[in-house]
């Protein structure tokens, strides 16, 4: 019964480099969605995504920002030419079915990047 | 103004006394509410689930929800110094998957 799991869970990066973050669902899970979560901030949405699907991307970035959900393996996010304003923790969410029929989100134990 | 205004704290309570925490929210479109705690450096773990005003108790955790006012409170008895832990609040539209949530209450439970 492996719950959300996420790596790495820390990652220093330097500016200018990029970041990508793996989220793998709890079994039989196929809706993902993306958080980010900054300091004394609540958690914000970034993307939704089912398998090989964008649903919603409206909380990203429209640059450097990118996520998929592919037919085989992980979620990644992946963040390009990382600026300090990147840091945060970034949390990976999972559901059986998508979020407006069953309401329940299990949560990773997130991925806290750390842009030098 | 914040969709969802939620005190941060922090809170600071003797072992076993009542801890109530809350928040209001601006949206009258939303129609579920969630409790989550996070603990230091850990993923948000659901708590409490309700979808209608009113209370709903799980064990020595009450939610409240009034959405006349806007306003949802989460109650802990007994508190246990296990409790201490930062709780977030969320809702979600009917038929929506975006959670929006506050910032969060930092709730310390002396023992």
């Known amino acids: 019964n492996a719950g959300v799991m996420q790596n790495p869970r820390h990652l220093v990066r330097r500016r200018g480099q990029e970041a990508r973050l793996r989220c793998s669902p709890m079994k039989g899970h196929s809706h993902v969605y993306w958080y980010r979560q900054l300091p004394e901030e609540g958690l914000k949405f970034m993307v939704y995504l089912q398998k090989e699907n964008i649903i919603d991307e409206s909380g990203m970035p429209k640059e450097r920002f990118s996520a998929e959900f592919p037919k085989e393996g992980p979620s990644i996010l992946r963040i390009q030419q990382v600026v300090r304003g990147d840091s945060a923790a970034y949390f990976c969410?999972?559901?059986?079915?998508?979020?407006?029929?069953?309401?329940?989100?299990?949560f990773g134990e997130g991925s806290r990047l750390t842009v030098l | 103004q914040k969709e969802v205004e939620q005190d941060p704290g922090p809170l600071s309570v003797p072992e076993g006394a009542i801890v109530s925490l809350n928040c209001t929210y601006s949206n009258s479109a939303f129609q579920y509410f969630m409790w989550y705690r996070q603990y230091s450096r850990k993923g948000p773990e659901l708590l409490m689930y309700t979808y209608s005003s009113g209370n709903k108790e799980d064990g020595r955790f009450t939610a409240q929800v009034d959405k006349s006012s806007k306003y949802i409170s989460l109650f802990i008895r007994d508190s246990q110094p296990s409790d201490s832990a930062t709780y977030l609040c969320a809702m979600i539209p009917s038929r929506d998957y975006k959670l929006s949530f506050g910032a969060g209450t930092t709730v310390t439970v002396r023992a």
């Open positions: 969410a999972s559901s059986p079915r998508g979020l407006q029929h069953t309401g329940e989100l299990f």
